[in-house]
């Protein structure tokens, strides 16, 4: 079951996917993507259906799961990837705004967890898969709802992975850097190593298969973003106002 199926990652995902076998269970919003991607995986001859849902709502990607459920068997690997990027000045930033992004970010992944999580528990085997960011690690600039978005994808993921110790149910926390897709388009800030998609959907499936409990990637930026943890805060404000990934 992936999240966010219809464009960038997920698309890519449902794709590679369906190259290596496995059957899949598509989720967004936008129907006429879904339809196109489900026709292309049924291409590569395995079985692939859609359902249309906003993560925010609980019940509805809860039907969603059953209707996967109904039409493939059960669900062995979540990929909670739904998400929106956005710029955010901290002046311009307003309540609702955060609460959009957190919202999708994050309680979206949430009511996804929920609607997989009983079965795989009481099958003992499943995966869950995080779609986190490299923006988890610190805050950046002009990305506070962002960033906080990710750091709690990453907090929240990490919790399970402990609970779900001994359960047969593994998680999965992917923290990719910039990667071509609709969420990176059209923006004129410098994004350091951008990954073409196939690279990148390569990387996560491959993460995914190796049961990796994290994946931070691509190795050069993960490497600086996770050096980063280790500075002070005045040399990380200096560095970070100066590396601005927004316009
Ligand atoms: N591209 C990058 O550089 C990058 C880096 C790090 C992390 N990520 C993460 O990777 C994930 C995928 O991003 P992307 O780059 O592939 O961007 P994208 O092409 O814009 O894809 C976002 C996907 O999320 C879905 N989505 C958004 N809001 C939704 C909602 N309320 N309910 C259901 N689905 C929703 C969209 O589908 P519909 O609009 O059809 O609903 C779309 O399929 C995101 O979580 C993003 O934060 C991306």
């Known amino acids: 079951m992936i999240t966010g199926a219809s464009s960038g990652i997920g698309r890519g995902l449902a794709l590679e996917i369906a190259a290596r076998g496995g059957h899949l269970g598509l989720l967004a919003r936008r129907e006429d993507l879904l339809e196109k991607i489900v026709d292309e995986a049924k291409k590569r001859n395995v079985k692939a259906v859609f359902a249309t849902a906003d993560v925010r ?12 459920r109904k039409k493939l068997g059960p ?19 307003t309540p609702e705004h955060a609460a959009t992004v957190i919202g999708i970010n994050v309680l979206g992944a949430v009511n996804s967890v929920a609607a997989v999580l ?25 990305s506070a709802a962002y960033c906080a978005s990710k750091a709690a994808l990453t907090a929240y993921f990490e919790s399970l992975r402990i609970d779900l110790r001994h359960t047969g ?21 410098k994004m350091p190593y951008l990954m073409e998609l196939d690279d990148g959907v390569r990387k996560i499936v491959s993460a995914i298969e190796k049961e990796k409990k994290i994946y931070a990637f691509p190795w050069q930026l993960a490497t600086i973003v996770r050096s980063s943890m280790l500075m002070p805060a005045a040399m990380y404000d200096w560095i970070a106002e100066r590396n601005s990934f927004r316009e």
């Not at 669900?75 to 930033?93: C, E, K, P, Q, R």
């Not at 009983?118 to 610190?138: C, I, N, Q, T, W």
Request: no cysteine.
């Open 57 to 68: 709502d609980a019940n509805a990607v809860r039907e969603a799961a059953n209707h996967f």
């Open 75 to 93: 669900i062995d690997i979540l990929i909670a990837n739904a998400g929106i990027g956005t710029a955010d000045h901290a002046v311009s930033l």
């Open 118 to 142: 009983p079965e795989m528990v009481e099958r003992k085997r499943g995966r869950l898969v995080a779609m986190s960011s490299l923006a988890a690690y610190r805050g950046l600039a002009k």
């Open 169 to 189: 149910v593994g998680v999965t926390i992917i923290h990719p850097g910039f990667i071509k897709t609709d969420l990176t388009a059209g923006r004129h800030a």
